[in-house]
């Protein structure tokens, strides 16, 4: 076959598939970046929860108005390596104050999207679940215990996704979790799905098709359903 195609046929064909050899390779590359990320993350969650008596960071931080603060992303900056940048931030104001508005391109690496090109800038597709007995209450809910409250399991839990929309990484925006509505928008860095970080540390990767039944156990932590996680492959 090779001699068919000639000098010029067989350098395309050589060519081409180096191209899509290469682009398989490295969307492995940033799948395995993506669920390093995410396991970090959610190792600073827990590392967090240590540090204070087992209480979870809440979603976001409210003020007296009762207006959004902060996000949980700035609270474990501290367990994830970021103390400096912490120490940065005024807590009692917003996210997008004076001061604060200027760390928000000081963005850690392991916010970053690893494939494609957010519409904000240093905006990020990390996000947690919040509200409908997800891990994360929704505002006025207080915090979960950890692990007191999985009791579907730390394992069987998601605690972060990457969301379909990126948002500011300091900025309180998370997916809203509603049992009686249509499930959150995965996805926005793989085409065929998205990973998730479940409260055990552990990252896997869901396929666009899993059982919705078996997402919406995974997404809550007391609900207690049977969880058949391989269903979400």
Do not use: C
Not at 90 to 105: F, G, Y
Not at 106 to 126: D, L, N, Q, R
Not at 175 to 202: C, N, Q, S, V
């Amino acid at each position: 076959m090779l001699r068919s195609l000639g000098v010029v046929g067989i350098l395309l064909t050589l060519a081409a598939f180096a191209v899509a050899t290469n682009g398989r390779a490295n969307e492995g590359d940033d799948k395995n970046k993506s669920a390093e990320n995410l396991k970090k993350l959610a190792l600073g969650i827990i590392s967090y929860a240590d540090a204070n008596g087992g209480k979870m960071p809440p979603a976001a931080t409210y003020g007296k108005d009762r207006k959004p603060l902060h996000s949980w992303r700035v609270l474990i900056l501290p367990y994830i390596d970021e103390d400096k940048l912490f120490k940065q931030f005024k807590l009692d104001e917003p996210w997008d104050s004076a001061n604060n508005k200027k760390l928000i391109e000081k963005m850690p690496k392991v916010f970053e999207p690893i494939a494609g090109k957010p519409k904000e800038k240093h905006a990020t597709h990390y996000q947690v679940l919040v509200g409908g007995g997800a891990a994360f209450f929704g505002p006025g809910g207080g915090v979960a215990n950890y692990p007191a409250s999985f009791t579907d399991g730390t394992s069987n839990t998601m605690l972060i996704v990457e969301a379909a929309e990126a948002a500011p990484w300091t900025k309180p925006a998370d997916l809203t979790y509603d049992a009686k509505k249509p499930l959150p928008k995965f996805g926005g860095l793989f085409k065929e799905g998205f990973h998730a970080a479940f409260a055990d540390g552990h990252v896997r990767f869901i396929g666009k098709d899993a059982d919705k039944d078996t997402l919406r156990a995974a997404i809550t932590a007391s609900g207690g359903e049977v969880i058949d996680l391989d269903k979400l492959k």
